[in-house]
Structures are given as C-alpha cells and as structure tokens.
C-alpha cells in the first residue's frame, strides 16, 4: 500500500509502483530526481553547450532511456537508482561532446578578443583529473560509490544519504562519505 504522504515515499518503492505500470508513481519518481539531473547535467556538458534547453534534452532522453530499461534495473538502495540514472546520463554526456567536438565552428573569430575558453593544457589536465576520478570512484564499494554520487555530484544532505543507504543517523553518513572521498584521493594519486 502506498505511503500516505508521496514525498516520503522511497525511492524503491516508487519503482516497485512503476514496475506495477503505476503512471502517477513514475511522475513522482521523475520529479524528485529531475532538479538533481538538471543541476548535474549542466555542470559536465562543455561551456559552449550549458544552455537550458541543451541541459534539459540531455536529461529527458536521460529518464526516457531509464523508462525503457527499467526492468532491467536491479534497486539495492536508494542511491542505486541515483546511479543508474547518473551512468545514463554520463554516457549521454559523453556521446554529446564526441558529436559537437567533431563540429568546426562556423563564427568568425576576432584577434583582438581573448578566448575564454580553457587553454588545451587546461582542457587535457582537467580531462585526465576526471577519467583519475571516475575510475578510482568506480572502484569504491557499490555504497561508498552512491554515497559521494548523492553527496557531491547530487548536493544531497548527509541527512537524506542516512536516509538512502539506511545508516543510523546524518553523521554515520558523513563518515561513509568522507571515507570513501579519501579512498578516491589515494586512487587518484597512486601512479
């Protein structure tokens, strides 16, 4: 039976009620993590391609594709969907920027004014610094992994990671999150 307040209802369960074909509980469920998809989607497309409507493509080709595979998701906890749809979107990202990358700009281009873009040097350490971060966070334990996805790429409070992984209280998921964030520093740095 469903909660009687939605807002409070989990995550899990709102996917069970999904997978029942429940059309209301899937809107629930989008809602929720929309703002968090917004925020992170716009924060990893290149400079150039941040606009609103860009963002928001990215984000309901997201979901739709997190709708079509949906019975093929497997819910170990709260965070697990976060990441599910965080991958979908990552990979997203990724064919986005191979599509525009490959794309001459068609401007003409004034020598009197500075590029604000990153330098190549720019562009290719920061690169490196995330493919370091993405492999040493794909190396942490399914929990510590969803625990800095909801803390960090999310901005959810240690009280709702508590909430999501079923620790005891806010503090017991500051520590999860710090120590899986010193795991990541160690990988990272380890040549």
């Known amino acids: 039976m469903p909660n009687s307040d939605p807002a409070l209802e989990s995550t899990a369960r709102l996917l069970e009620r999904v997978h029942d074909g429940d059309g209301a509980a899937r809107e629930l469920l989008f809602a929720r993590v929309l703002p968090a998809l917004r925020r992170w989607a716009h924060h990893r497309?290149?400079?150039?391609?941040?606009?609103?409507?860009?963002t928001d493509d990215l984000v309901q080709m997201t979901l739709a594709r997190a709708l079509n595979r949906l019975d093929s998701f497997e819910s170990r906890r709260e965070g697990a969907f976060l990441a599910y749809l965080r991958q979908i979107l990552l990979n997203l990202v990724r064919d986005?920027?191979?599509?525009?990358?490959?794309?001459?700009?068609t401007s003409e281009l004034d020598d009197m004014?500075?590029?604000?873009?990153?330098?190549l040097l720019e562009r290719t350490i920061r690169r490196e610094t995330l493919e370091q971060y993405e492999t040493a966070l794909a190396e942490l334990e399914p929990e510590q992994r969803e625990?800095?996805?909801?803390?960090?790429?999310?901005?959810?409070?240690?009280?709702e990671i508590a909430e999501a992984l079923g620790k005891p209280s806010a503090n017991a998921a500051r520590m999860t999150v710090a120590r899986?964030?010193?795991a990541i520093a160690r990988r990272m740095h380890v040549d």
């Not at 625990?147 to 009280?159: K, T």
């Open 96 to 105: 986005e920027v191979r599509r525009t990358g490959a794309r001459p700009r």
């Open 113 to 119: 004014i500075p590029d604000p873009a990153l330098s």
């Open 180 to 182: 899986a964030l010193v």
């Open 45 to 54: 497309l290149p400079a150039g391609r941040r606009d609103l409507a860009e």
């Open 147 to 159: 625990a800095v996805l909801m803390r960090v790429e999310f901005g959810m409070s240690h009280q």
